[in-house]
């Protein structure tokens, strides 16, 4: 059996996690999420000033997708200004993704060991990017590409006239669901570092994998078969990322002085 010696107290400290109570926990969580609320609420209150432009940009890629003549309607008084409201709480999420992903690793540090702690900013950073990158991927071309197959269907005598509300609702359950599946190798990356999955389990699951992301890319996009592979394929690949990532970032979560006590 090996003999090392035994580590500093200062370094025992820094490779052990917090220990907390349920409780502490909660409270924990209870914090974290009021912070999080309040970040979007002063990123709310920026858009807002800016709705004019935030509402042309976001109806752009349904305007241009609309067959020839076709024009969105309102339906009461009110909708234009409540559909600002939204729209500027929707960009809100985007814009304060930094401050509030900052909330959710404050709440996963106190399980981390003092020297992967050091992974809050790329965490950060990339968990933003890839829900940047996502939204990005779905405002350009998964949501023209839907609404464009949609509106196909229609004719002469059937003139597809949708609110704008309906549009809005449309695109943002498809622009937020493509930025939260993008998040698959951020989420990969802390369940690897935690310990609770590795490579080779992500390896092994493939086939599953494959089949709960064309489910989940079915829920997301509308009933056509279309859309569903223009956001699966993109979901295969940040799978295939991610057992990258776990293989390059997992760690193993005994303390090292149980590794060493073994034979």
Request: net charge negative; with cysteine; charged share 15%.
């Amino acid at each position: 059996m090996a003999q090392v010696a035994a580590l500093p107290p200062s370094d025992e400290e820094d490779l052990a996690p917090d220990k907390m109570s349920f409780l502490d926990h909660l409270d924990e969580l209870r914090r974290r999420i009021i912070f999080a609320v309040a970040s979007l609420a002063i990123a709310f209150v920026a858009c807002f000033t800016f709705s004019t432009q935030i509402f042309e940009f976001l109806m752009g890629p349904m305007q241009m997708a609309l067959p020839e003549g076709g024009e969105l309607i309102a339906t009461q008084v009110q909708e234009i200004f409540v559909l600002h409201l939204k729209m500027s709480a929707f960009v809100a999420i985007f814009v304060a993704a930094p401050a509030w992903l900052t909330q959710v690793w404050l709440f996963i540090a106190p399980g981390l060991y003092g020297h992967e702690k050091k992974f809050a900013i790329p965490f950060i950073f990339f968990g933003t990017m890839f829900f940047l990158l996502g939204a990005a991927f779905s405002h350009y071309l998964l949501f023209p590409t839907a609404v464009n197959f949609l509106t196909t269907f229609g004719s002469e005598e059937i003139a597809i006239k949708p609110t704008v509300s309906q549009v809005f609702g449309f695109y943002s359950r498809i622009i937020l669901g493509t930025g939260a599946v993008f998040q698959i190798p951020t989420v990969v990356f802390v369940l690897a570092r935690i310990g609770l999955i590795t490579p080779g389990f992500l390896w092994r699951n493939f086939k599953y994998a494959i089949l709960i992301i064309f489910v989940v890319a079915a829920v997301i996009t509308p009933p056509d078969v279309v859309t569903q592979l223009l956001l699966g394929f993109p979901m295969i690949a940040l799978y295939i990322l991610s057992i990258g990532i776990a293989w390059a970032f997992g760690r193993d979560r005994r303390h090292p002085e149980e590794l060493d006590d073994e034979p």
